[in-house]
């Protein structure tokens, strides 16, 4: 596997529709968390905006280690937290549509597997890392993983610790378990599905790699991007 650092190609010249469906979720996520605001789910919707600060604003967040995201990288995060607090928890998409949580336990992982594979090959074709795609892939499958182990382990704290303290005064409700299936078996199919998730986005991920070789694509943005925070840092030095 050849490394494909050296290309000439502007990544500041992103193709119009991209910029234009960008602008247009950031509008309607702004439009999404006013409107829960206003009908009262006042929390979703102040974490949306602050989701949205975060990702348009990244330096902020950072200290000034990641101060762009890109364009593609922004579209899929701005959708995620269009879904997730604006439909799916201030609109109670969760309770609405039966199989809308399995939805987004394979959607969130499948967007975090193509990002980190991206960001992993990013750092192999920078010379920072050496393994093959194959290792690459199973290292962001089992990350992934990890991270929906992580949250079904949060949200049992958050159910059986926190909600009898809190639940009073912020009702989001139990987190865990619903009408089609109780906790227990929940969990173990969200979990199912978090490892789909992940590997349709890890194998996503691999065909861009391939694909990159060919023509330019956000690998190539991402490998210029961190060159040049990497010049930047050693100017600074």
């Known amino acids: 596997m050849s490394k494909s650092c050296g290309t000439s190609t502007d990544f500041g010249e992103n193709k119009t529709w991209k910029q234009y469906l960008k602008w247009f979720l950031r509008v309607t996520l702004i439009m999404g968390a006013v409107t829960a605001i206003l009908v009262g789910e006042v929390f979703f919707g102040v974490l949306a905006l602050i989701a949205l600060v975060i990702i348009v604003w990244p330096q902020y967040a950072t200290f000034n280690r990641v101060r762009h995201i890109p364009v593609e990288m922004e579209i899929l995060l701005l959708l995620v937290v269009f879904l997730e607090l604006i439909l799916a928890d201030a609109n109670s998409f969760y309770t609405r549509f039966n199989y809308y949580d399995k939805f987004m336990h394979i959607l969130v992982p499948a967007v975090l597997g193509l990002m980190g594979m991206m960001i992993i090959y990013t750092f192999y074709a920078l010379g920072r890392l050496q393994a093959s795609v194959g290792v690459m ?8 993983m990890a991270m929906g182990a992580a949250l079904e382990m949060s949200e049992y704290f958050y159910d059986q610790i926190l909600y009898p303290s809190i639940g009073a005064w912020l009702p989001t409700g139990l987190t865990q378990g619903s009408h089609l299936a109780p906790p227990l ?27 990159s070789e060919k023509e330019p694509t956000i690998v190539e943005e991402l490998e210029a991007e961190i060159e040049m925070e990497t010049a930047s840092a050693d100017e600074d030095t």
Do not use: C, E, H, Y
């Open 185 to 211: 078996d929940d969990t173990m199919q969200d979990l199912w599905a978090d490892l789909f998730g992940a590997i349709i986005g890890a194998s996503l991920g691999v065909w861009l790699i391939k694909r």
């Open 137 to 144: 892939f199973a290292i962001i499958v089992m990350v992934v």
